[in-house]
Every structure is written in structure tokens, then in C-alpha cells.
């Protein structure tokens, strides 16, 4: 059972939509609705490509 903390590895496609690699990626959150969706954040060793955003993450959490 996935849950929030959790590291995993997922399938992040390619830019061409066709293939992927597994990567790893952070578990945030599940978000609100009757499907089994989950908000993660893939984990990258390439600083020189991160992004600043600014968010909240209250808006995803629910208990």
C-alpha cells in the first residue's frame, strides 16, 4: 500500500509519450476522489535543472 513519504520507483515517459525508465520518485500525497490517484515528484540528480515553484501542499492532503 503506497503512502506518503514513501520513495518509489515509476514509469516517467519519455518526451515522445511512447517509453519510459523507471525513476524514482517521492510520494506526497493521495489526492481527494474515488480513484486511486497519488501526487509524486520524481527525484533527480541534475540540480543544474531544478525548477523554484512556490505551492501548498494543504490543498492536496486530506485524511
Known amino acids: ?3 506518503a513519504g ?3 520507483l515509476f ?3 519519455q518526451t515522445n509519450l511512447q ?3 523507471l525513476r524514482p520518485a517521492l510520494i ?3 489526492l481527494p476522489g474515488s480513484f486511486d490517484d497519488w501526487l509524486i515528484c ?3 540528480s541534475q540540480i543544474h535543472h531544478s525548477v523554484k515553484i512556490k505551492m501548498s501542499l494543504g490543498q492536496y492532503l486530506h485524511d
Request: glycine share 6%.
Open 28 to 30: 506526497i500525497a493521495q
Open 11 to 13: 514509469p516517467f515517459p
Open 6 to 8: 514513501q520513495i518509489i
Open 42 to 44: 520524481m527525484i533527480s
Open 19 to 21: 517509453q519510459g525508465k
Open 1 to 3: 500500500m503506497a503512502r
